[in-house]
């Protein structure tokens, strides 16, 4: 098994937890493990974690904006066929 190293200080991450969830798609049956990997160093894994939620809250800022643009565009082609100016 490849060892999964932490991005920030590059030692082997352990496993915090590991289950398995059952998927049931298309009527079959389907069994997922799924296991969470973590930095043994506290610290470290404190950092990385605050690091992701702020890339998360960057990434729903932008596709927060995205959609705002795209409906501010969307109201503005209809205006532009109703003849409407602003």
Excluded: F
């Excluded at 920030?8 to 496993?15: A, D, E, L, M, T």
């Excluded at 043994?40 to 596709?63: F, G």
């Amino acid at each position: 098994m490849t060892q999964n190293l932490c991005s920030r200080c590059g030692k082997p991450r352990i496993v915090a937890k590991a289950w398995k969830e059952k998927v049931i798609c298309e009527g079959k049956v389907t069994y997922v493990e799924y296991t969470q990997m973590v930095c043994p160093d506290k610290e470290c894994q404190l950092a990385l974690e605050k690091q992701l939620q702020a890339q998360l809250v960057n990434r729903q800022r932008i596709e927060k904006n995205k959609l705002e643009r795209d409906l501010a565009h969307k109201q503005k082609m209809v205006d532009l066929r109703l003849g409407k100016k602003k």
